[in-house]
């Protein structure tokens, strides 16, 4: 029973699934914070609601980019594959995304010719900025590739005076006053060092960041609280596993705990392909004897 060896197996075989190399000659620790960076960076599109912002229908209609957002706006309708259009830098586990990481706010690259070297389109100068959780996606706007863009709080301002039911929950409803303003190059740098703010201040309203923030090490926080609670949690199936009477039918000799990942991370018996248990359920916190 190892099921940090497992693991690293499995993540191994999901990152060549995706498009990029995990080597094993590395602890189980920063191979999970590898997978995890570069899988939350891409997006899954489930059933989440589809908006756009008004002041973006004339670029649709008559912009120059129109045939490029209108193709990708449709793809998004049809549930379709949004990643070809992120930035090629995407797979790469060293490269954050601070107003994603920050805000859940993406960017596209208006074209629709295939990159000849990945599996990306070209990267275009026009981006195509975009809100995205669970439970929307939010076409916000047009931008071309400039200084400060990807630190510019006017993205969430179109969110603050528009669609403000999607950051209703990230309302502060504590006593804070007021926040210290920067502009968007100032916030640029101040992520690039490591330092999430927190707290922003939009118009009247003072909202926590949506995507909580990162870490001083560059990794989103939520990629680095997801590490810590999958590789806690595994250390407490080891130890509970231990004393598996309770959990199988198959003969003490036979028995035989390993780990895969089908939808989540799972824990079952080789032998008998019985699933056990799975992430991010645990059992009862008891001392094992």
């Known amino acids: 029973m190892n099921f940090e060896e497992d693991l690293k197996y499995e993540l191994q075989r999901l990152a060549k699934e995706i498009g990029f190399k995990i080597s094993l000659n590395q602890d189980i620790h920063k191979i999970l914070l590898d997978y995890l960076t570069v899988r939350m960076k891409l ?12 002041d973006l229908i004339e670029e649709m209609l008559i912009g120059q980019k129109k045939r490029e957002i209108n193709y990708i706006i449709n793809t998004a309708k049809s549930k379709g594959n949004l990643n ?58 047009i931008e071309t590739h400039k200084k400060g863009i990807f630190g510019d709080l006017k993205w969430v301002e179109i969110l603050h005076e528009k669609f403000q039911f999607v950051l209703e929950e990230y309302k502060d409803k504590s006593d804070i006053i007021d926040v ?23 118009k009247d309203v003072i909202y926590h960041s949506p995507g909580i923030g990162r870490t001083t090490s ?70 094992v004897m």
């Open 43 to 54: 997006i899954e599109i489930q059933n989440q609601k589809i908006l756009i912002n008004p």
């Open 218 to 287: 560059g990794h989103s926080m939520a990629v680095s609280t997801t590490t810590m609670h999958i590789m806690r949690w595994l250390k407490n199936m080891e130890k509970q596993l231990s004393n598996y009477k309770n959990f199988t039918s198959v003969s003490d000799e036979n028995i035989n705990f390993k780990l895969r990942i089908k939808d989540k991370i799972e824990i079952y018996e080789a032998n008998s392909n019985s699933k056990i248990i799975e992430f991010p359920q645990i059992f009862k916190e008891v001392d």
């Open 84 to 141: 070809y259009f992120l930035s090629k830098r995407a797979l790469q586990s060293n490269f954050h995304d601070h107003l994603q990481s920050e805000w859940n706010i993406y960017h596209f690259h208006l074209s629709l010719e295939k990159d000849k070297r990945s599996d990306f389109v070209k990267q275009s100068n026009a981006l195509l900025f975009a809100y995205i959780d669970d439970r929307y996606i939010v076409f916000l706007g």
């Open 180 to 202: 210290t303003k920067y502009n968007s190059e100032e916030i640029q740098a101040l992520w690039s060092k490591g330092i999430s703010l927190g707290f922003y201040k939009i």
